[in-house]
């Protein structure tokens, strides 16, 4: 029934009909397409219009409005697909919300602290490190005391690295690993209950973190000197 409604179709049309093979058939590339939309060239040169700026604008006027006061990247999506919308407007809206300084400044943290744990160094025993002086007349240990206390001090190393151990594992779990090269700048956490006024306003008013600073050099494993005013 489908090839006699397609001959009656084509009986009314004075045609040819030729085998094509389908091996033949191949989609055209993108170099033998013709352009739709002529390109913009001023003085020979190619000029390409792109739409980031207007969709820059469009979030920085509703960031800045003071009815918003940064409610922030979910909040501020909500809010802008009644008016607007674009291909990825979301991710748009998290990066830029993102890398507003004032906000990193003066909003409260909802991340795992950073850094992992970092032990302190397990003390040396007077064993560990032994200086001799040859001269006569001392009295002999006892060679039980001598293995007894040797092995004593082993085993309070061993438990003391090994309760470190398990100490760090839990507290990494709720912390994240963050590193910093020289000549970074880095924002500086500041604490309002320790009175810091030399960055400005303190108590209530004064923000979480101040400035970036540049990092000058690395003197621990999760410490470093930074430029500071």
């Given amino acids: 029934m489908r090839q006699r409604h397609w001959l009656e179709l084509l009986s009314d ?4 009909i030729r085998y ?3 091996k033949e058939n191949v989609v055209a590339d993108a170099l033998s397409r013709k352009e739709r939309i002529e390109p913009l060239r001023v003085r020979a040169l190619v000029m390409t219009i792109s739409l980031d700026l207007p969709r820059f604008v469009i979030m920085h006027e509703s960031h800045k409005s003071k009815y918003s006061i940064d409610p922030g990247s979910n909040k501020m999506y909500q809010d802008m697909k009644k008016l607007y919308l674009w291909p990825n ?9 993102s890398q507003c300084l004032t906000c990193a400044r003066v909003k409260a943290e909802h991340q795992r602290p950073s850094g992992l744990l ?10 560990d490190n032994i200086t001799m002086d040859f001269i006569t007349k001392l009295l002999k240990s006892p ?5 007894e206390t040797t092995k004593k001090i082993v085993l309070i190393k061993q438990r003391i690295q090994a309760a470190q151990d398990r100490q760090k594992s839990y507290a990494d779990l709720k912390w994240k690993l963050m590193e910093f090269e020289v000549e970074d700048r880095v924002m500086l956490k500041v604490s309002p209950l320790k009175g810091v006024v030399r960055f400005g306003k ?5 923000p979480k973190y101040v ?6 050099a690395k003197v621990g494993k999760v410490a470093y000197r930074l430029e500071l005013p």
């Fill in 13 to 16: 049309y004075d045609c040819d």
């Fill in 20 to 22: 094509h093979p389908g």
């Fill in 89 to 97: 407007m979301k991710a748009n809206i998290a990066t830029y919300v």
């Fill in 118 to 127: 970092v032990q302190l160094a397990i003390l040396e025993w007077k064993w």
């Fill in 143 to 147: 060679q039980e005391l001598i293995q």
């Fill in 202 to 206: 303190q108590g209530k008013l004064n």
């Fill in 211 to 216: 400035e970036p600073f540049k990092v000058l």
